[in-house]
């Protein structure tokens, strides 16, 4: 096809859209001279996934499409597999104020053995299929004995496969939201068995390092902080507690060289007991004894 004879686009959609608004464009299609030729192809790309429907007219199509969030979109059409003149387009979408999109983690299919039971150093798996539920995000959070991070599984086909790395045994809680909700079934509890194949620690929490005022000493309303230093320790999660005559409000920031900052706020003056947990087991010196004045 010469280039007197490519697809001829033009409308809005070409270049801006509303969030949760009809963008629309209309592709001429030239007259076809040879049947072999003029296969069509399109496509937009974004910060959330937008279909695109095309309606056939007397000399081409119409094409409508509703994004769902703001952002910069990327709109590509082809003919014979080659992009048409201008293609991709960059659609620059706003977002309106007066859209909500609606969401439904009650329709969310979550399956997969991970989401029940695991090997210790192995991938577990579990699949999301949010097909049928609206508008999300889809997030993730995990607790146990171990940092296990998620991300989409090195074995997925259907593009709802996830997996993650449990680096110790023990009981991991999963937790699955869809637009900020628990999806059904959520949390799940996975038990992760120890690992046969491994002979070594899966974590040394004799080796754990605490320093700091936070575990001796602070003042009520000012965030008192101490240090958990566990690049000898191997795999393993940090948890802490406080306890004494108020709550507590806890706070982690993960430094570099496996050293991590942990701050926490108390409200009323007295005696704190702060314990430190590396892999579910006391860290040496926990629980620390902190006296908080005014």
């Not at 259907?158 to 628990?182: C, M, N, S």
């Not at 902080?225 to 920031?253: H, L, M, N, Q, W």
């Not at 496996?258 to 009323?268: A, E, F, L």
Request: hydrophobic share 30%.
């Amino acid at each position: 096809m010469s280039a007197n004879d490519q697809p001829t686009p033009s409308g809005d959609g070409l270049s801006h859209g509303r969030t949760g608004q009809t963008s629309t464009f209309h592709l001429k299609m030239p007259p076809i001279t040879d049947e072999k030729k003029g296969k069509l192809s399109m496509g937009i790309s974004g910060p959330s996934k937008v279909a695109l429907e095309s309606k056939h007219t007397s000399d081409g199509f119409d094409v409508s499409y509703v994004p769902l969030e703001e952002g910069d979109y990327q709109l590509t059409i082809k003919c014979d597999g080659k992009h048409i003149p201008g293609s991709p387009f960059a659609v620059a979408v706003e977002k309106d104020p007066t859209f909500v999109p609606v969401s439904h983690s009650e329709k969310c299919k979550v399956t997969g053995p991970g989401l029940k039971s695991g090997v210790a150093l192995e991938p577990c798996f579990f699949s999301v299929d949010t097909s049928e539920a609206g508008h999300g995000p889809l997030s993730f959070s995990i607790q146990g004995p171990s940092q296990a991070d998620i991300g989409p599984s090195e074995r997925g086909k259907t593009g709802y496969d996830y997996q993650f790395l449990p680096k110790a045994p023990g009981d991991y809680v999963l937790h699955i939201l869809w637009g900020d909700r628990e999806v059904p079934g959520s949390p799940f509890t996975s038990k992760v068995d120890r690992n046969p194949k491994h002979k070594g620690s899966y974590g040394r929490p004799d080796k754990v390092v605490v320093n700091g005022p936070g575990i001796k000493e602070g003042k009520v309303n000012v965030p008192v902080e101490f240090y958990v230093d566990v690049k000898e320790a191997g795999p393993g999660a940090v948890g802490v507690a406080v306890k004494g005559p108020s709550r507590a409000e806890i706070s982690f920031t993960k430094g570099g060289d496996n050293i991590t900052k942990v701050q926490y706020v108390c409200t009323d003056p007295g005696v704190y007991d702060v314990t430190v947990k590396f892999s579910g087991e006391q860290v040496p010196g926990s629980p620390f004894t902190a006296n908080i004045t005014n």
